[in-house]
């Protein structure tokens, strides 16, 4: 047997027992970038090493696989660029204010690094403290929140109890008072700000709940049932950054010159890109947000041409005048 495929069978085996929803032979194809009749091979294999195979019921009418045996800890190696990266993760989410995890990720290193080292018997430490030596991160500006202590882990009890969260709430502003709320938590959006997406207790209406603004959060008695249609991701998709607004079709045209910058740069999970004959390039997508997208398109200068749709162009002029204007002598 070749050692890639070796290693593939392993690696295919800790995913399946690591995740707790399975994995379909599409999501197999897409992870190993394999053709079906090979997603077939490596899931057999699997079984027959390690299995046998359970099935898990996700409502999707696929199948989805997954291992539990007590017979993979063993065969799993933690290199020391999964360590590292790892830490630097931990130091990024420690330099955008999310303490709670970047200390959680701490803990979680040093207990895959004891275990790597009591497994060799060596300092597994020496060599990841090279690679960190070598590896930093940039600074970049943006807000750095402060999270109360213990906020996100009292958070996710909730989400996990399905039980109503109550805690004091700061308006905008630094005269304004707090506000007692409680709300049905249905899940945390990470970005600039840490969001939570929660309806109020006897509203359905879904809201987003600034944590940096939260203070003394308590998980009621009170139990609620989620709406079994919400999906947190595709609700995400709805924004170009965090702001919910209906969405709308954009298309935005990058020169030649930009184009190639322009194509490794993610702005929507669904766009869509086009090449075009004089060398610049087209995306598209669809979604709501269009005072962030002014403010990213801002950073691409002349570069980016708003082709769709017409207000947003005009929102985008409107903002561009009153900047010359604010700024001129």
Known sequence: MRYE??????????????????????????????????????????????????????????????????????????????????????????????????ASLRALGDKLKARKSSGTGKDADSGIEELLRAEGLAMRPGPR??????????????????????????????QAPSKRRRVRPYGVLYGSRTLL??????????????????????????????????????????????????PFQVALRFTPSAAPDAAGFLFHPDQRIAHNDDGSMTVRFKAGGALEMCWHLFTWGEEVTIEQPERLRQQMAALCAALATHHVL
């Open 5 to 102: 495929r070796l290693s593939n069978i392993l690696q295919l085996a800790t995913s399946l027992q690591a995740r707790r929803g399975g994995l379909t032979l599409d999501d197999v194809m897409q992870e190993f970038n394999v053709s079906r009749r090979t997603a077939e091979r490596l899931r057999d294999a699997v079984d027959k090493a390690f299995g046998p195979l359970m099935t898990v019921d996700a409502h999707d009418r696929r199948i989805h696989w997954r291992l539990e045996s007590p017979n993979l800890g063993g065969l799993i190696r933690v290199s020391d660029g999964e360590l590292t990266d790892l830490a630097t993760a931990a130091a990024s989410m420690e330099r955008d204010g999310h303490r709670e995890q970047a």
């Open 145 to 174: 929140q402060q999270l109360e202590d213990g906020l996100l882990s009292t958070v996710r009890e909730a989400i996990k109890r399905r039980h109503v969260l109550e805690f004091d709430y700061a308006a905008r502003g630094p």
């Open 197 to 246: 997406v929660a309806p109020t207790e006897h509203h359905d209406n879904l809201l987003l709940w600034r944590l940096s603004s939260m203070r003394n959060a308590e998980v009621s008695d009170a139990a609620f049932t989620p709406d079994p249609e919400f999906d947190l991701t595709a609700f995400a998709k709805r924004a170009f950054g965090v702001f919910q607004e209906r």
